[in-house]
């Protein structure tokens, strides 16, 4: 099977664009939780989807969005870039029964999008 | 404070050293999972456990949930263990959002 996928890989911008990744999930798997990861932060959780909608929320501003469509495929997108948000972007896909948290099961991730904000 | 804490924070070790890196954490949780990412950015998944010890090659993971403690420990270690290993945790009260610790640096010296 082909693992997560995402694009691009790199990206840079400047302070007020916005900008769209995607992340293409394991085949089968129906959950996609994204992550920001910075040196200063570390890891930290952006979002999660499953079958098109999303479950759970971490503490990011609302100019940080996402959207799962019926394929599974999600985007994330980021609105009026600031310099903090310079980080690299991943994504997990995770094969988890319906109704329950992909905290519990096994993460793939993604490669990552690198997003340098100047 | 961080919920979710790691030590040693770097580690350097020769290769065929025994290592352990730790996570302890102040919420309560139910279950953690072990990851690595090498330099580039590529995490991966080593383990998810709720209890007890899980072995995989040359990893061993164990966790108290008690004493909200988990080890990880890498035997006969090679320079290809090299990475940062991260400890992540299911956070309850926050509908089990994956809380993770800073990372620990593992170099592992031929």
């Known amino acids: 099977k082909a693992g997560v996928t995402q694009t691009p890989r790199y990206l840079i911008k400047t302070r007020g664009q916005q900008v769209t990744l995607s992340c293409s999930p394991i085949?089968?798997?129906?959950?996609v939780s994204w992550y920001q990861q910075t040196p200063g932060q570390g890891l930290q959780f952006l979002f999660e989807?499953?079958?098109?909608?999303?479950?759970n929320k971490g503490n990011f501003p609302g100019r940080f969005s996402g959207r799962q469509f019926s394929n599974s495929r999600s985007e994330m997108n980021v609105s009026t870039l600031e310099l903090g948000d310079s980080a690299l972007y991943l994504c997990?896909?995770?094969?988890?029964?319906?109704?329950?948290?992909?905290?519990?099961?096994?993460?793939?991730f993604g490669p990552g999008t690198r997003l340098t904000v100047l | 404070k961080n919920e979710v804490e790691q030590s040693p924070q770097n580690l350097t070790a020769q290769e065929g050293e025994f290592i352990t890196i730790n996570c302890s954490y102040s919420?309560?949780?139910?279950?953690l999972h072990w990851l690595q990412q090498h330099p580039g950015g590529g995490i991966v998944s080593l383990f998810m456990?709720?209890?007890g010890k899980k072995k995989h090659g040359r990893l061993i993971a164990t966790i108290n949930i008690q004493e909200k403690h988990s080890s990880l420990h890498i035997t006969a270690s090679h320079p290809r263990d090299s990475a940062v290993y991260i400890c992540a945790a299911p956070r309850r009260g926050s509908n089990y959002k994956l809380t993770f610790g800073k990372g620990t640096l593992l170099t592992v010296n031929p």
């Open positions: 919420v309560g949780i139910s279950a």
């Open positions: 997990a896909s995770s094969l988890v029964p319906s109704g329950h948290s992909s905290s519990y099961n096994e993460q793939f």
């Open positions: 989807y499953f079958s098109e909608t999303q479950r």
């Open positions: 456990l709720s209890s």
């Open positions: 085949s089968g798997h129906r959950s």
